[in-house]
């Protein structure tokens, strides 16, 4: 099995053709866009209630290849309900996961199926596409 | 023919399948050579110095220039000018035009444009409050000429249209859009990037007054590029790049330039580029541009059929289609198709393949897109296909 086959996980693949969390919602205080210029996948992220100190509701809907809608779904499902703080700490930990640099493991098992990612870097922007949009996004609730 | 795929030291070096030489082509190795022995054998300052070397390498330089002139058949008509590409050569005229651009005239381009023969008329348009009209395209994917005759109009300034869609693969019928252009005593550009690897191009027959292209589609080096520019418009275009080697007088209170081509190359030409690019020019024509075309049509009709067999849906059907085929699979994503292809070590693009309001106009975010070129044969069509099956049952 060749590297690109190893990214098409079963959970990836499943993920990708039924997200979760995958909806408009009505509502939202705020809308945080992921968006790749560079193959046009765009992503909105709704945030229910963004000021207060957990992330009570997040959705998202737009376009994008299996493995940038597997990505998000897997990531706004796993932050669901979790304080900001800890949101944080899953996605940044995501983000290392990717970095190809960075020899680490994540016992956070839904989301290690992305470690393929990092023997395909092509890749790469498609997986952390909305991880990295809510990180800033909620990086910045601090300031 | 003899197999043309041993020319390109690529292949046996990385054996895989390539249809994406409406990215980039590969290198033959007579290009690969005159890139080399430029820098190892006849390197030296081109126009700048009296030294053997520098002459050398500036009657190299001038030699490559009649090389091309004769290429495109600008001898009689015009100049070439040696660019970084075609993004190059399609800027140096939008902003060397901006003076004719005022307020109430307007330019046309089409709705089948490259971003790089959309965006510098759109921002040369918007500086200069000139109307900025897009020629709409048929259901088929060709332009609309009674929509092109209906936007180029008295106070056309500049019509900039693409020889070959690189998204469609569509020939257009440029000589009809140059022809308007010039019944209105508007200037016309030709964006020759898709076409020039793929057919003979006459600036005579195309009667345009720009065209540019670049080396790195045809088998060259990345960073040359051409422009050609008709007699009448090189004194009317205002120099683009300044700085070394364009001008004539520099003083304090001004500076007066160069007339001909060397106005517009400013800075240390790319010596090494133009060498590769004239030797690649050298392969093509050994090919023939006869043996070329009919290949080039004959690989693409046959992708086009193995698509449609497949029931994979072909974008567009233009009437005349060279080069590019773009397809999309099912509802796959085609970055999720082009990475399963990769994996077979198959070479196609997906994205939006820098076309953006053209995907905007047929609603299709994105497509996955195969391109011929002279080393592919139908072994290449037949190993896609095989592992369009298997793109398939990943996302069964």
């Known amino acids: ?143 | 023919m003899r197999e043309i795929k041993k020319d390109f030291p690529i292949f046996s070096h990385y054996p895989h399948t390539y249809l994406d030489t409406a990215a980039t082509a590969h290198k033959p190795q007579v290009v690969i050579d005159a890139v080399s022995q430029t820098y190892s054998e006849t390197y030296g300052s081109v126009h700048r110095g009296l030294y053997d070397l520098s002459v050398r390498a500036s009657d190299g330089f001038e030699q490559a220039r009649h090389c091309v002139s004769d290429f495109i058949h600008a001898n009689e008509t015009g100049s070439v000018v040696f660019t970084g590409g075609t993004t190059d050569g399609i800027n140096l005229v939008a902003r060397g035009v901006k003076n004719l651009l005022t307020p109430g005239s307007n330019l046309v381009i089409t709705r089948m444009e490259h971003h790089a023969n959309f965006v510098p008329w759109q921002v040369v348009a918007r500086e200069t409050g000139t109307e900025l009209r897009i020629i709409n395209l048929t259901p088929m994917g060709d332009l609309d000429m009674r929509h092109a005759e209906q936007l180029i109009d008295r106070d056309t300034k500049i019509v900039s249209v693409a020889h070959i869609s690189n998204l469609l693969g569509a020939v257009n019928d440029v000589k009809t859009i140059t022809d308007l252009a010039r019944k209105y005593h508007a200037l016309s550009l030709v964006d020759a990037a898709q076409s020039i690897g793929h057919m003979s191009v006459d600036v005579r027959e195309l009667g345009c007054d720009f065209l540019a292209f670049s080396g790195h589609k045809m088998y060259g080096p990345t960073g040359i590029g051409v422009l050609y520019v008709r007699s009448e418009c090189l004194e009317m275009l205002e120099p683009f790049r300044y700085g070394g080697g364009m001008v004539r007088e520099v003083k304090d209170e001004g500076t007066t330039y160069r007339s001909g081509p060397a106005g517009f190359e400013g800075g240390t030409p790319n010596l090494a580029g133009v060498m590769g690019l004239a030797a690649a020019i050298r392969y093509l024509q050994r090919l023939g541009f006869d043996y070329i075309q009919a290949h080039s049509r004959r690989l693409t009709e046959k992708l086009v059929d193995m698509f449609k067999e497949d029931e994979i849906k072909v974008v567009g059907n233009p009437r005349s289609r060279l080069g590019s085929v773009s397809f999309l699979v099912d509802d796959i994503h085609p970055h999720d198709v082009a990475s399963i292809l990769a994996g077979d070590r198959i070479c196609v693009r997906g994205g939006h393949h820098c076309a953006m309001p053209l995907l905007r106009d047929l609603a299709i975010p994105a497509t996955t897109r195969a391109s011929i070129g002279i080393y592919n044969g139908e072994e290449d069509i037949h190993t896609l296909r095989q592992s369009l099956v298997k793109v398939r049952r990943v996302f069964s």
């Open chain 1, 1 to 143: 099995m060749n590297n690109t086959h190893k990214l098409y996980h079963p959970l990836i693949l499943e993920h990708g053709k039924r997200p979760r969390c995958f909806y408009p919602m009505d509502g939202a205080a705020r809308i945080v866009e992921a968006y790749n210029p560079i193959c046009g996948d765009q992503f909105q992220i709704f945030f229910k209630e963004p000021e207060l100190q957990s992330v009570s509701e997040v959705s998202f809907q737009g376009y994008g290849c299996a493995v940038s809608i597997a990505a998000s779904s897997m990531i706004l499902e796993r932050i669901q309900g979790l304080s900001v703080a800890d949101a944080q700490r899953v996605i940044g930990s995501f983000l290392q996961l990717l970095d190809k640099d960075e020899d680490i493991s994540i016992d956070d098992e839904p989301l290690s199926v992305f470690c393929a990612v990092r023997e395909n870097p092509g890749r790469r922007d498609c997986a952390i596409l909305s991880a990295r949009a809510i990180l800033t996004y909620l990086e910045n609730l601090k300031e």
